[in-house]
């Protein structure tokens, strides 16, 4: 079993729409969790860190549920821009600041 | 300014070669990290280092040898390359454990391409 699955989609959505993302992990200790957002053909960026009571940034909502080691993203009123790779992303608890990578979930916002 | 600049951006090669990536941040972080996508989007850990000392070797073949000259710096070589080696390389940084963790900061890439 992979660390962080994520479903690899792709996702496609009209413009406006509301799409909601995935991602389970298997270490129960882990510690942080982040989403990232990675463009074709470019590098991974940081979107968002992942705490315990949710949180909120724009358009864009993170939920963690430790009990069930299952994360998750909300985007709200899609816009084109937001079409990119969504990495579900976990640091495991172990030296150092490793991070474990899901394989991304894929999202396609069409007009 | 770029924070983490990798060179070079793109690379060809034959089989059999040696080639090296070389990797620099300005962001003052003591932690740098070599990240390989394969073509299934896969990121996966090579190696960490932490203050130019290796923390993290994660399974990497022995052909692939990281130098760290100092802390803004982390260079990954690679002997006799094969045709598997074929991915995208991401260099990262990030600041030490326990002073505010918050993700890394990841290079443009090396797409590496092995004929």
């Known amino acids: 079993r992979k660390e962080v699955e994520q479903d690899p989609g792709p996702f496609n959505v009209p413009e406006g729409a509301t799409v909601a993302f995935n991602c389970t992990y298997s270490n129960s200790a882990s510690q942080s969790f982040f989403w990232y957002r990675q463009d074709c053909r470019k590098e991974p960026k940081l979107l968002m860190s992942v705490y315990s009571s949710g949180n909120e940034d724009g358009r864009f909502t993170a939920q963690l549920n430790r009990a069930s080691q299952y994360i998750s993203l909300l985007i709200r009123d899609s816009k084109l821009s937001d079409s990119a790779t969504y990495l579900c992303?976990?640091?495991?608890?172990?030296?150092?600041?490793?991070?474990?990578f899901g394989g991304g979930t894929r999202l396609m916002v069409k007009p | 300014d770029t924070a983490v600049s990798q060179t070079p951006k793109y690379l060809v090669t034959q089989m059999g070669n040696d080639k090296s990536i070389k990797c620099e941040q300005n962001l003052g972080h003591d932690t740098m990290y070599w990240y390989k996508q394969d073509s299934k989007k896969f990121l996966k850990i090579m190696f960490s280092y932490n203050n130019k000392e290796l923390i993290i070797n994660e399974t990497v073949p022995n052909r692939f040898s990281p130098k760290s000259p100092d802390k803004a710096h982390l260079n990954l070589h690679i002997n006799s390359l094969e045709l598997g080696d074929s991915a995208v390389y991401f260099c990262?940084?990030?600041?030490?454990?326990?002073?505010?963790?918050?993700?890394?900061?990841f290079g443009s890439g090396t797409r590496l391409t092995v004929v």
């Open positions: 990262a940084s990030s600041p030490s454990a326990g002073t505010g963790f918050h993700g890394y900061t």
């Open positions: 992303v976990v640091k495991p608890f172990r030296a150092g600041n490793m991070l474990t």
